[in-house]
């Protein structure tokens, strides 16, 4: 097989998740007092981490903004957290992907907890052998979410596959000398998945398994 490590993102990659986010980060940032920005906006920092996230689109904030920020954040998302749905498919194509001689892992923005409370809700934890959060070292799209995975699995980069909706996750993988490859129905357009090294764009998940029944 040409890849023995499989590398998911989870927020519009696995769960159809980005337009809550975004929402929660428009609500937050009124509670703050601040500019709400537009959806395109907070899509598009989905995947860094909270506080990376708030940084970049309000990066005159004190830390104390910062935490306010998060905190608020976290008010309107966590009671609506439930609401969050699989993309319809996507369980499939990890059971197209098991192999005994093949990795799946987790490389998300999500906070530990965060990526807990979503696997107790879809039941998807049997599938990956491996998961990396971005308060656990440095978050999208620095690689350290996928050298660690690498380093856990001990496959080569070339044999990394990091499947994302962002150009942080194809970036990451880039920076890691790993695979990147997009799907364009979570948070970034594909005219902005585009600017990122990537070996392809598929646009539904029925598109991503075809992808990977050729190429993984």
């Given at each position: 097989m040409k890849?023995?490590?499989v590398v998911f993102d989870w927020d519009g990659t696995v769960m159809d998740s980005t337009s809550l986010i975004a929402e929660c980060i428009q609500f937050a940032a009124r509670d703050c007092d601040l500019s709400p920005p537009s959806t395109e906006a907070a899509k598009h920092i989905i995947g860094l981490g909270i506080r990376d996230s708030v940084r970049f689109l309000f990066p005159n904030l004190s830390d104390a903004g910062l935490d306010m920020f998060a905190?608020?954040?976290?008010?309107?998302?966590?009671?609506?957290?439930?609401?969050?749905?699989?993309?319809?498919?996507?369980?499939?194509?990890?059971r197209l992907l098991a192999h005994d001689?093949?990795?799946?892992?987790?490389?998300?923005?999500?906070?530990?907890?965060?990526l807990e409370r979503a696997f107790d809700q879809c039941e998807l934890r049997p599938f990956f052998h491996y998961t990396r959060c971005a308060d656990e070292g440095w978050p999208k799209p620095h690689p350290d979410?996928?050298?660690?995975?690498?380093?856990?699995?001990?496959?080569?980069?070339?044999?990394?596959?990091?499947?994302?909706?962002?150009?942080h996750d194809l970036e990451m993988a880039a920076a890691?000398?790993?695979?990147?490859?997009?799907?364009?129905?979570?948070?970034?357009?594909?005219?902005?998945?585009?600017?990122?090294?990537?070996?392809?764009?598929?646009?539904?998940v029925e598109e991503l398994g075809e992808w990977l029944k050729q190429n993984a």
């Open positions: 890849y023995r490590l905190e608020r954040y976290r008010h309107h998302y966590l009671p609506r957290d439930g609401e969050v749905r699989l993309y319809e498919g996507i369980e499939n194509v990890l001689e093949r990795f799946l892992a987790v490389a998300t923005g999500k906070p530990r907890r965060g979410m996928l050298e660690k995975l690498i380093s856990a699995t001990g496959v080569n980069p070339s044999e990394t596959l990091m499947i994302g909706d962002t150009t890691a000398g790993c695979h990147g490859l997009a799907v364009s129905y979570g948070a970034h357009p594909i005219n902005v998945l585009r600017t990122a090294p990537h070996q392809a764009v598929v646009h539904t």
